[in-house]
């Protein structure tokens, strides 16, 4: 959290707790595998005197099963500040990188907020009152609707995971909907079927559908890891989408003779890279230290090769991320 001081200055970077007082963190996404043990979020690596390495994290000890090399890592949350459960102040929704979404319920007050622990958001299915309330058409397109989205009665899933949730009123009736960005460029709409204070999501319908992680320059088109804004862009009263988003940007080059020649080398440094990291997975399954090894005395001479090669020749791919406008249209009703 960066609290702002006014007139565009903001206090130092501090973590946010939660009610206890602890740090939020969540422990979603990576999960000990193979021969990994993930620890998420900051922390130190320690070996103690005999030879068990653990990790100190915010204060407290984690130990590392034996056998099992420790990874620090993130999960690439994502922070919205909402009044989800419409009593005034704000709550956190958060995604993560495995496409889950989280409300932390700020249990304290607007200028206090003390947040509860982490609780998964869910779809929950419309009940038969809701259906008998609607009118025949609407129950018929909420059955396609429904038929078609994948089961997130258990939680929400970001398809190509990366959840990006941002809270707002998207159908204007009063009540705060979830829009997710997903990894795989789409974005979602879950409705609030439920109320203000008690939001219940129905099934997701695509308002934008999936992007692609290679492009070309000439004719860039959305990629992936859709990041979103809503607002009304153009001030017509109708909220309007933003989307962040990340993309290769593939140019065609043309290469001298000299150069393709070059090309010709890197590609089989290419090659010959490919079949050390199969081998380097084989070996990791087996036995993380001599992988370590392998990686060092094998792998890391022909990265450094591949490094000074590639510096010699044109680029052709550029990793690029661009902002996308989506205006909303007027909306006609048929007489
Ligand atoms: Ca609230
Ligand atoms: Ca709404
Ligand atoms: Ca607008």
């Given amino acids: 959290m960066f609290y702002g001081q006014g007139q565009g200055k903001f206090a130092p970077r501090q973590m946010l707790r939660d009610a206890r007082g602890e740090v939020i963190l969540l422990e979603a996404g990576m999960q000990a595998t193979g021969n990994y043990f993930f620890v998420k979020g900051m922390a130190k690596i320690e070996k103690t005197k005999d030879g068990k390495t653990v990790v100190i994290r915010h204060g407290k000890r984690i130990e590392v099963p034996e056998g099992k090399q420790v990874a620090l890592t993130g999960i690439a949350s994502t922070a919205h500040l909402a009044d989800w459960d419409g009593d ?8 993560e990188i495995g496409g889950s979404v989280y409300y932390l319920e700020n249990r304290g007050t607007r200028t206090q907020p003390a947040f509860a622990p982490p609780e998964k958001l869910r779809v929950t299915a419309a009940t038969k009152k809701d259906d008998a309330r609607a009118s025949l058409k609407r129950t018929i397109k909420a059955f396609f609707a429904r038929a078609a989205a994948a089961d997130e009665t258990r939680g929400i899933r970001a398809p190509g995971g990366d959840a990006h949730p941002v809270a707002a009123d998207w159908d204007g009736d009063g009540r705060l909907d979830l829009l997710l960005g997903c990894g795989d460029g789409s974005v979602r709409l879950y409705r609030n079927v439920g109320t203000r204070q008690k939001p219940r999501l129905a099934p997701a319908v695509a308002l934008v559908s999936p992007g692609n992680w290679n492009s070309k320059a000439e004719q860039v088109g959305r990629g992936v890891r859709a990041k979103l804004c809503v607002a009304d862009f153009n001030g017509d009263g109708r909220l309007d989408l933003l989307l962040g988003d990340v993309v290769s940007l593939r140019r065609r080059v043309q290469l001298t003779e000299e150069q393709k020649k070059l090309k010709q080398q890197l590609d089989k ?13 084989k070996l990791f399954r087996k036995d993380a230290q001599q992988a370590q090894q392998f990686m060092q005395q094998k792998m890391m001479p022909l990265i450094q090769k591949i490094g000074r090669l590639r510096q010699q020749l044109p680029q052709e791919d550029q990793i690029a991320g661009h902002v996308w406008l989506f205006l909303r249209r007027e909306v006609k009703k048929r007489p």
């Fill in 88 to 95: 005034g102040d704000l709550d956190l929704l958060v995604g």
């Fill in 269 to 281: 440094l290419n090659e010959q890279y490919q079949k050390l990291s199969r081998d380097y997975v």
